[in-house]
């Protein structure tokens, strides 16, 4: 079973920022289409970055210009870059994997922006 563990969350000031990573050690990473999805309390699990395989990246409409998706294949590893952080961006953010083969879930990073 393919694994994804992220990383980088944590509590943030608005207007601050965080990296969040997603690894795996599977030699299938970079055959993968990325994604992170995102959950806030009480509401429903949302798309807020895709990156596939050969680099085309899709990133909701409300998030773009301060939430940026990358990848390291060398690494196993997918990043977001997320800027100027609203209370709002409080969520459980997930990281998933997915090819012909397998479609995989992290266990999620908590992130938390509040002053």
């Known amino acids: 079973q393919v694994q994804f563990v992220e990383s980088g969350g944590g509590l943030v000031r608005p207007g601050g920022s965080l990296r969040l990573s997603c690894t795996s050690n599977e030699s299938i990473f970079s055959q993968s289409t990325l994604a992170w999805f995102r959950q806030a309390p009480g509401k429903q699990r949302e798309m807020v970055a895709i990156?596939?395989?050969?680099?085309?990246?899709i990133v909701a409409d409300s998030l773009k210009g301060r939430f940026t998706i990358s990848r390291d294949n060398a690494k196993n590893t997918m990043y977001l870059q997320m800027n100027i952080l609203k209370p709002e961006d409080t969520a459980v953010y997930y990281c998933?994997?997915?090819?012909?083969?397998?479609?995989?879930w992290g266990q999620g990073t908590q992130v938390t922006v509040s002053s």
């Open positions: 990156i596939t395989s050969g680099g085309r990246i």
């Open positions: 998933r994997g997915s090819s012909p083969d397998f479609d995989s």
